[in-house]
Protein backbone atom coordinates (compact mmCIF):
# COMPACT_ATOMS: atom_id res chain seq x y z
CA UNK A 1 0.00 0.00 0.00
CA UNK A 2 1.28 3.63 -0.97
CA UNK A 3 2.45 5.47 1.90
CA UNK A 4 1.09 9.60 2.11
CA UNK A 5 2.39 11.78 4.49
CA UNK A 6 0.69 15.41 4.92
CA UNK A 7 2.12 18.63 5.65
CA UNK A 8 1.02 22.60 5.89
CA UNK A 9 -0.68 22.49 8.73
CA UNK A 10 -0.69 25.76 10.93
CA UNK A 11 -2.47 28.11 13.01
CA UNK A 12 -4.67 30.52 11.31
CA UNK A 13 -6.44 33.49 11.76
CA UNK A 14 -10.20 33.45 10.30
CA UNK A 15 -10.68 34.65 6.81
CA UNK A 16 -6.64 33.17 6.24
CA UNK A 17 -4.88 30.89 3.84
CA UNK A 18 -3.44 27.56 4.13
CA UNK A 19 -2.07 25.01 1.33
CA UNK A 20 -1.77 21.38 2.45
CA UNK A 21 0.09 19.29 0.74
CA UNK A 22 0.32 15.53 0.38
CA UNK A 23 3.29 13.53 -0.79
CA UNK A 24 2.82 10.05 -2.21
CA UNK A 25 5.82 7.47 -1.58
CA UNK A 26 5.02 5.68 -5.01
CA UNK A 27 3.16 6.72 -8.15
CA UNK A 28 -0.45 7.82 -7.72
CA UNK A 29 -1.08 7.37 -11.31
CA UNK A 30 -3.10 4.13 -10.84
CA UNK A 31 -4.96 5.61 -7.68
CA UNK A 32 -8.22 6.85 -9.91
CA UNK A 33 -9.72 8.84 -6.64
CA UNK A 34 -7.40 10.86 -4.15
CA UNK A 35 -9.60 12.71 -1.46
CA UNK A 36 -8.73 14.82 1.59
CA UNK A 37 -10.39 14.37 4.53
CA UNK A 38 -10.61 15.94 8.26
CA UNK A 39 -11.47 14.80 11.66
CA UNK A 40 -12.36 17.48 14.06
CA UNK A 41 -12.38 16.85 17.66
CA UNK A 42 -15.61 14.69 18.91
CA UNK A 43 -16.70 14.19 15.57
CA UNK A 44 -16.42 11.38 12.79
CA UNK A 45 -13.71 12.13 10.34
CA UNK A 46 -15.57 13.15 6.90
CA UNK A 47 -14.51 13.47 3.39
CA UNK A 48 -13.69 17.26 2.61
CA UNK A 49 -12.67 16.77 -1.74
CA UNK A 50 -11.78 14.36 -3.77
CA UNK A 51 -10.46 14.75 -7.46
CA UNK A 52 -10.27 12.03 -10.22
CA UNK A 53 -7.84 11.08 -12.30
CA UNK A 54 -9.26 13.35 -14.82
CA UNK A 55 -9.43 16.22 -12.57
CA UNK A 56 -13.30 16.38 -12.27
CA UNK A 57 -13.97 17.08 -8.20
CA UNK A 58 -16.09 16.85 -5.68
CA UNK A 59 -16.68 19.22 -2.41
CA UNK A 60 -18.57 18.70 0.44
CA UNK A 61 -21.06 21.87 0.62
CA UNK A 62 -18.97 23.71 3.77
CA UNK A 63 -16.09 23.83 1.81
CA UNK A 64 -17.40 24.70 -1.97
CA UNK A 65 -16.00 27.57 -3.06
CA UNK A 66 -13.49 27.96 -0.58
CA UNK A 67 -11.23 24.62 -1.15
CA UNK A 68 -9.42 23.86 -3.88
CA UNK A 69 -8.20 20.12 -4.43
CA UNK A 70 -5.37 19.18 -6.92
CA UNK A 71 -3.39 16.67 -7.99
CA UNK A 72 0.60 16.07 -9.76
CA UNK A 73 1.06 12.62 -10.72
CA UNK A 74 4.62 13.76 -12.08
CA UNK A 75 5.14 14.59 -8.24
CA UNK A 76 3.46 12.02 -6.67
CA UNK A 77 1.34 14.64 -5.20
CA UNK A 78 -2.27 16.07 -3.96
CA UNK A 79 -2.79 19.82 -2.69
CA UNK A 80 -5.73 21.20 -1.04
CA UNK A 81 -5.67 25.18 -1.24
CA UNK A 82 -7.76 26.71 1.47
CA UNK A 83 -9.01 29.63 1.55
CA UNK A 84 -11.41 32.34 3.35
CA UNK A 85 -10.91 30.13 6.50
CA UNK A 86 -13.03 29.65 9.76
CA UNK A 87 -13.00 28.15 13.03
CA UNK A 88 -15.25 25.32 12.14
CA UNK A 89 -12.59 24.34 9.71
CA UNK A 90 -10.15 23.62 12.46
CA UNK A 91 -9.17 19.90 12.05
CA UNK A 92 -6.60 17.20 11.57
CA UNK A 93 -6.81 16.97 7.69
CA UNK A 94 -5.32 13.20 6.16
CA UNK A 95 -5.11 12.47 2.54
CA UNK A 96 -6.40 8.75 1.60
CA UNK A 97 -7.41 6.94 -1.89
CA UNK A 98 -11.49 7.43 -2.11
CA UNK A 99 -12.67 4.81 -1.03
CA UNK A 100 -9.76 5.00 1.78
CA UNK A 101 -7.52 2.54 2.38
CA UNK A 102 -7.62 0.97 5.69
CA UNK A 103 -3.94 2.43 6.90
CA UNK A 104 -3.99 6.33 7.55
CA UNK A 105 -0.94 8.99 7.80
CA UNK A 106 -0.59 11.11 11.12
CA UNK A 107 -2.47 13.90 9.30
CA UNK A 108 -1.59 17.52 9.79
CA UNK A 109 -3.61 19.92 12.35
CA UNK A 110 -5.10 22.97 10.95
CA UNK A 111 -6.56 25.28 13.94
CA UNK A 112 -8.54 28.61 12.83
CA UNK A 113 -8.60 30.70 15.46
CA UNK A 114 -7.86 34.57 16.19
Known amino acids: QVQLVESGGDLVQPGGYLRLSCAAS????????MGWYRQAPGKQRELVARIRSGSSTYYTPSVKGRFTISRDNAKNTVYLEMNSLKPEDTAVYYCNAWPPYDDWGQGTQVTVSS
Open 26 to 33: ESIVSITV
